[in-house]
């Protein structure tokens, strides 16, 4: 069991802030997501709930249990690197025995744990093998299999697959998912990479100069993005935002976009300013009527799918449609928004205006 409770958390380094009160919680058992571009508070946050660093305040829990300010050896929270450094001059057998070994363990208890972590990776007829002639995949399992055969609370993982090349890193991304599936261990696992977050992870904290923009599960974050930042990160291409000037109520569903009424989830305030109707690139349909028009600016085929840019009276949108629709460059098009898929935001704060659609789902 590990349950892990990050509440009101802040880091400063001197006068830097790297991280601003941030709470969330990582159930037990689950594969999360802390995803946000270089430099937010990652790595910081990361280290925090390992230990590795002291927060200025706020607290920590792990079941229950308040563990801010206590050293990493108290707290069984496995922090793992890049996934590389492996002890070259040992075979495989004695670099996953290692943590074991150093921790004094019986030798009979140490076999029958890398025994059992040898298992679940496959490579147990590789186990007297030299690690220096080894597959780079081969060297990926013996790595993970060092770091999970001790067995802790839970895991950090910190961009473990960041240096590997696309191919590889695809495959070594479903092999943790898999593993983690197999051991249940709660797992932290930091990455910059919106589309490895919303593929492993169960949910997803994401980050922005060192403020929790949102936490969910990768649906609500995609589908009911709290502020422009996180519609904008998460997708490819990312949301539509389309800027206007009005005053909307509560209880509004219609929004005027440059004299064109669009239907929109049903507001729960009121605001007025700089608004921005927020659609993503697959919410839009091209229509030959429709009084809400564009110029094709480009296609982009994508086999099945194609992204159409379009010019609009309130700014260039991207329109994901299928290829067998036929689109020219310099056609006038007709858009019709799915309006239960709208988000509206308060362009001055950037933060998703409260609607039908995004009810109960939880701001930064
Ligand atoms: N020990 C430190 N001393 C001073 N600044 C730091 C320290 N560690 C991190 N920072 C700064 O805090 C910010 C967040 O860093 P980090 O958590 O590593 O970001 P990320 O992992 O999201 O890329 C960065 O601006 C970084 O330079
Ligand atoms: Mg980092």
Same mark, same amino acid.
């Given at each position: 069991?590990?349950?892990?409770?990050?509440?009101?958390?802040?880091?400063?380094?001197?006068?830097?802030?790297?991280?601003?009160?941030?709470?969330?919680?990582?159930?037990?058992?689950?594969?999360?997501?802390?995803?946000?571009?270089?430099?937010?508070?990652?790595?910081?946050?990361?280290?925090?709930?390992?230990?590795?660093?002291?927060?200025?305040?706020?607290?920590?829990?792990?079941?229950?249990?308040?563990?801010?300010?206590?050293?990493?050896?108290?707290?069984?929270?496995?922090?793992?690197?890049?996934?590389?450094?492996?002890?070259?001059?040992?075979?495989?057998?004695?670099?996953?025995?290692?943590?074991?070994?150093?921790?004094?363990?019986?030798?009979?208890?140490?076999?029958?744990?890398?025994?059992?972590?040898?298992?679940?990776?496959?490579?147990?007829?590789?186990?007297?093998?030299?690690?220096?002639?080894?597959?780079?995949?081969?060297?990926?399992?013996?790595?993970?299999?060092?770091?999970?055969?001790?067995?802790?609370?839970?895991?950090?993982?910190?961009?473990?697959?960041?240096?590997?090349?696309?191919?590889?890193?695809?495959?070594?991304?479903?092999?943790?998912?898999?593993?983690?599936?197999?051991?249940?261990?709660?797992?932290?696992?930091?990455?910059?990479?919106?589309?490895?977050?919303?593929?492993?992870?169960?949910?997803?904290?994401?980050?922005?100069?060192?403020?929790? $923009?949102?936490? %969910? &599960?990768? @649906?609500?974050?995609?589908?009911?993005?709290?502020?422009?930042? +996180?519609?904008?990160? *998460?997708? #490819?291409?990312?949301?539509?935002?389309?800027?206007?000037?009005?005053?909307?109520?509560?209880?509004?569903?219609?929004?005027?976009?440059?004299?064109?009424?669009?239907?929109?989830?049903?507001?729960?305030?009121?605001?007025?300013?700089?608004?921005?109707?927020?659609?993503?690139?697959?919410?839009?349909?091209?229509?030959?009527?429709?009084?809400?028009?564009?110029?094709?600016?480009?296609? $982009?085929?994508? %086999? &099945?799918? @194609?992204?159409?840019?379009?010019?609009?009276?309130?700014?260039? +949108?991207?329109?994901? *449609?299928? #290829?067998?629709?036929?689109?020219?460059?310099?056609?006038?098009?007709?858009?019709?928004?799915?309006?239960?898929?709208?988000?509206?935001?308060?362009?001055?704060?950037?933060?998703?205006?409260?609607?039908?659609?995004?009810?109960?789902?939880?701001?930064?």
């Amino acid at each position: 069991m590990a349950e892990i409770v990050v509440q009101n958390v802040r880091k400063e380094f001197g006068d830097f802030v790297a991280v601003r009160e941030s709470s969330f919680t990582v159930g037990d058992g689950e594969f999360f997501m802390l995803l946000g571009p270089s430099g937010c508070g990652k790595t910081t946050t990361l280290r925090m709930i390992a230990g590795l660093e002291l927060p200025t305040s706020g607290e920590i829990y792990l079941d229950g249990e308040e563990i801010s300010q206590q050293p990493p050896s108290e707290r069984d929270i496995a922090f793992v690197f890049q996934m590389f450094a492996l002890y070259p001059h040992m075979n495989v057998r004695k670099n996953i025995s290692y943590p074991l070994v150093s921790q004094g363990m019986p030798r009979a208890q140490v076999r029958e744990k890398v025994a059992e972590v040898a298992r679940i990776l496959g490579i147990g007829d590789i186990l007297d093998r030299p690690v220096g002639g080894l597959s780079g995949g081969d060297r990926q399992r013996v790595a993970l299999g060092r770091a999970i055969v001790r067995v802790p609370k839970a895991f950090m993982m910190d961009e473990p697959l960041g240096a590997l090349d696309a191919e590889f890193r695809e495959r070594m991304a479903e092999e943790l998912r898999a593993l983690h599936d197999r051991m249940g261990a709660t797992t932290v696992y930091v990455t910059h990479d919106q589309l490895e977050a919303m593929q492993m992870g169960d949910k997803i904290v994401v980050m922005n100069n060192a403020v929790v $923009e949102q936490f %969910g &599960t990768p @649906q609500e974050i995609y589908d009911k993005p709290a502020t422009m930042f +996180v519609a904008d990160f *998460i997708g #490819s291409p990312p949301m539509n935002f389309l800027g206007f000037s009005g005053t909307l109520a509560s209880g509004d569903t219609v929004a005027e976009l440059g004299g064109h009424q669009m239907a929109m989830p049903e507001l729960r305030e009121s605001v007025a300013g700089n608004l921005v109707f927020g659609v993503r690139p697959e919410h839009i349909q091209l229509v030959t009527d429709g009084s809400y028009r564009g110029e094709v600016l480009a296609t $982009e085929y994508l %086999g &099945t799918t @194609q992204v159409v840019t379009i010019r609009t009276p309130n700014g260039e +949108v991207k329109a994901r *449609i299928n #290829s067998d629709q036929p689109v020219k460059m310099g056609e006038a098009v007709g858009l019709a928004f799915n309006p239960a898929t709208v988000t509206l935001f308060d362009e001055g704060t950037g933060r998703a205006l409260r609607s039908s659609l995004n009810e109960g789902v939880l701001h930064g």
